[in-house]
Nanobody
């Protein structure tokens, strides 16, 4: 069983930056693809970014390319999401997720989820 715990959310002004972290407990962290999703009120959960187990491959939603960076530290069993130039419409609960499967963007492909971290971007 894998437990994921997010941290680092909060309130930031438009154009500002935040860094989210996800700590994982469970066996062989490097065997899991890690990803970040977000869900705004009244909207479906959407893929933001993902990273392969080795960290050699990453994937981003078009809306965040060039502004967000996903990374992982397999020695510390953690994944992070650096978010720059944040926009008010990116206000959402951000979730960390993991899977032993492929690096894909579908919610249903991920087996383990964190509790979510609120990110609020003020205009």
């Amino acid at each position: 069983q894998v437990e994921l715990v997010e941290s680092g959310g909060g309130l930031v002004q438009a154009g500002g930056s935040l860094r989210l972290s996800c700590a994982s407990s469970g066996p062989i962290f490097s065997a899991y693809v890690m990803a970040w999703f977000r869900q705004a009120p009244g909207k479906e959960r959407e893929f933001v970014a993902g990273i392969s187990g080795s960290g050699s491959s990453t994937s981003y939603a078009d809306s965040v390319k060039g502004r967000f960076t996903i990374s992982r530290d397999n020695a510390k069993d953690t994944a992070s999401l650096q978010m720059n130039s944040l926009k008010p419409e990116e206000t959402a609960v951000y979730y960390c997720a993991s899977t032993c499967g492929r690096l894909v963007g579908q919610v249903e492909r991920f087996d383990f989820w964190g509790q979510g971290s609120q990110v609020t971007v003020s205009s």
